[in-house]
């Protein structure tokens, strides 16, 4: 039989299936198997495309739904392992594994599967340390972080795939398993992907758990994906006495189409241990080496269901968890079973309750209705938790739970659902080895097997940006909402000693309904006053006359420090008979305030003058020092009261505003 394995599928059939057509042609040969290993994003609808989790701009429907409603049919049986950008919706109703469309089976969380004399196993998603211990909790509507760890692949699979014999041909998964790629050549790995150098030295690039299952499985070969770049590895398992021949050769050539043939010579190469052929393959993209075509394996391409398989998801059903909370697995030394490689009793009980036909059944059925091809792709919205029949059936053909029902049966009432915003990448049609479909179709063949990896520079791995969706820091021009201070006339952060009494409450009357002793300014009568000059504007700013607190001496007030004390700013407003203070720092209270602060600032308007002008008063109050817009003197650019220190103007005001207490 001849397979073809695929890297990331990103949605790209149409491309993936006219180039094995044209390999198909230019071979003469009928290719029985596409294997593609992750990514493979089933988008059914704008529904489906907002289960998705990759960033708006990658936001593209592809061309399954085609194949899903039927306009198209796939040419090659299709087999899907899940990865980190899928329809996650989808994709968790087949926990078990199902007919994403006639002729493409999607393998669920984990299987075994067989397929003429080839028996293959599947593990979905990408591992996370963090989600690795949990069930299967998440469920549609999806918010941000579930809709990530709906991917993340648990211990119970990892578990019941570790009680199988070690008999398997082919593994296939998305992530890479952990410390990989110290048996092929790393240091070309870590030229074409630098950034990968710090996790392979601390040996943390790839997944733990597939880690685990390429120790205890030990497959003939393990395809996978993720990590969009082409490398080859060769494993060889401990229990070999001496080195397979051709070993250090096909170390470096990196697993060439002829490796069918290599591969059976390595499973039967002298000693007791077995080889493992690794096989990371790169996304669709133009110059990507992105595919492979093997020959591996006889007989009818027909799927079956792999009866060890089957007998394990019996005997662990009771494991089945769909809670967020950590669950582990059984293991020596706990009070229940935890080895359960079947035996041949458990077997023929499976037998006797799936029956003897094996063969998976193609009842695949349309649930929803797929994208109509026009419609806005960013106009859907998340869809409800659903199951699927294929699972339903399935469950209740081998007497096991549905995932998917268990948390349909613990839905809340309502959810909140949410959309989200994309560009199709182009495709590359790069083969095999020795096999390059161009871009316009013409087909070359190419005998040099040794450079063959040739990527571009810069790769569009797909990244969850963070960044940008909250609201961004204020600038230095953004409009702050103003906050009213305690004290009138006064700068905000002036510090003054306590006193006894205590302050009344703020209200919050407006400016014009201001209590003492923040008065009204009062102008005087017209009649009372001379015309000044009509270039003159009014002379002098005419302060309000705050009273002191009750019990606070005069010697006890304390000026400010210059450094932590910000002048506050204040518009006067004239009208017929009076003039009313506002701005963002003057309070109104019910007892009397003191004031502090030693300067005040000019309005930041120019004062309106009144119809009638304004006569100065006999003794008008002092204006401290600073620039002073209402002020004859400010407007010659001389200063009001040179060579007086701040203290000092800071207690001649205070004095003047506690003789004119005195004198009222």
């Known amino acids: ?92 109703a087949l926990a078990f594994g199902g007919w994403l469309a006639p002729n493409i089976y999607y393998v669920g969380y984990a299987a075994v599967l067989r397929l003429g004399s080839l028996r293959l196993g599947a593990l979905s998603g990408i591992y996370n340390g963090r989600d690795y211990l949990k069930g299967h909790h998440e469920r549609a509507p999806y918010d941000k972080s579930t809709m990530r760890t709906a991917y993340h692949v648990r ?14 041909d082919v593994f296939v998964s998305h992530d890479w398993p952990r410390g990989v790629y110290h048996h092929g050549d790393v240091e070309q790995l870590l030229r074409k992907k630098p950034f990968f150098r710090e996790e392979v030295e601390a040996n943390k690039l790839g997944s733990r758990p597939a880690e685990e299952l390429l120790n205890k499985l030990q497959p003939r070969f393990w395809f996978a994906a993720h990590l969009h770049v082409k490398f080859s590895a060769l494993v060889q398992h401990p229990g070999t006495s001496e080195p397979v021949e051709g070993a250090e050769k096909e170390e470096s050539s990196a697993a060439t189409a002829a490796a069918g043939d290599a591969g059976k010579a390595a499973a039967d190469g002298a000693g007791t241990g077995r080889v493992t052929r690794f096989l990371a393959l790169d996304k669709c993209l133009p110059r990507r080496k992105y595919m492979q075509i093997l020959e591996l394996g006889e007989g009818p391409a027909e799927l079956r269901y792999d009866l060890e398989w089957l007998t394990v998801l019996r005997l662990t059903d009771h494991l089945t968890s769909v809670s967020a909370a950590a669950q582990y697995m059984p293991g020596p030394g706990c009070n229940q079973r935890y080895d359960f490689r079947p035996s041949a009793e458990e077997l023929a009980d499976t037998t006797a309750v799936w029956g003897e036909d094996l063969r998976v059944p193609s009842d695949f059925e349309a649930t929803v209705t797929p994208y109509d091809g026009e419609s806005d792709m960013r106009a859907g919205r998340q869809p409800a938790a659903a199951t699927d029949p294929q699972t339903s059936r399935f469950c209740k053909r081998l007497g096991i739970r549905d995932p998917m029902q268990l948390l349909c049966d613990a839905i809340p009432s309502s959810h909140t659902l949410r959309t989200a915003p994309a560009d199709p990448s182009e495709v590359d049609l790069t083969l095999d080895a020795d096999v390059t479909l161009d871009t316009d179709g013409d087909v070359t063949l190419d005998g040099d097997v040794t450079g063959e990896i040739t990527l571009d520079d810069e790769d569009d791995m797909f990244v969850i940006d963070r960044t940008g969706t909250s609201p961004r820091a204020r600038g230095p021009g ?34 014009s309904k201001l209590a003492p002793p923040v008065s009204k300014l009062v102008l005087p009568e017209p009649s009372s006053v001379s015309k000044p000059p009509e270039s003159s504007p009014v002379s002098k700013l005419v302060l309000p006359a705050p009273k002191m607190v ?28 009076k003039v009313k203070a506002t701005g963002d720092s003057v309070k109104a209270t019910d007892s009397p305030v003191k004031a502090t602060g030693d300067s005040v600032k000019a309005p930041d308007v120019p004062v309106k003058a009144p119809e009638a002008p304004v006569k100065e008063p006999e003794a008008p109050v002092k204006v401290p020092d600073g620039p002073v817009k209402a002020t004859q003197d400010a407007e010659a650019g001389k200063p009001t009261t040179p060579g007086v220190s701040p203290a000092k103007k800071f207690k001649r005001r205070n004095q003047a505003i506690y003789n004119a207490e005195e004198e009222d």
């Open 550 to 577: 009750p019990g606070l001496k005069q010697d006890e007030l304390v000026a400010p420090d210059d450094h932590d004390a910000t002048a506050t700013k204040y518009a006067v407003e004239a009208t017929d008979d």
């Open 478 to 511: 953004t409009l702050r909402t103003p906050r009213l201070s305690p004290f009138p006339l006064t700068r905000p952060g002036a510090r003054v000693k306590s006193s006894s009494t205590p302050l009344t409450p703020l209200s919050r009357s407006p400016a």
């Open 1 to 92: 039989m001849y397979v073809a394995v695929e890297g990331c599928g990103h949605g790209e059939l149409d491309g993936i299936y006219a180039g094995i057509q044209a390999v198909e042609r230019a071979r003469n040969i009928k290719v029985d198997l596409l294997i593609i290993c992750g990514d493979f994003q089933a988008v059914r609808n704008t529904s489906d495309l907002q289960c998705m989790a990759v960033p708006p701009k990658y936001y593209t429907m592809g061309t399954f739904y085609k194949y899903y409603s039927g306009q198209l049919t796939a040419p090659v049986l299709t087999l899907v392992v899940g990865g980190n950008h899928e329809a996650s919706n989808f994709m968790q």
């Open 155 to 168: 211990n119970m699979e990892t578990f019941r795939l570790k009680q199988l014999t070690p008999e398997m």
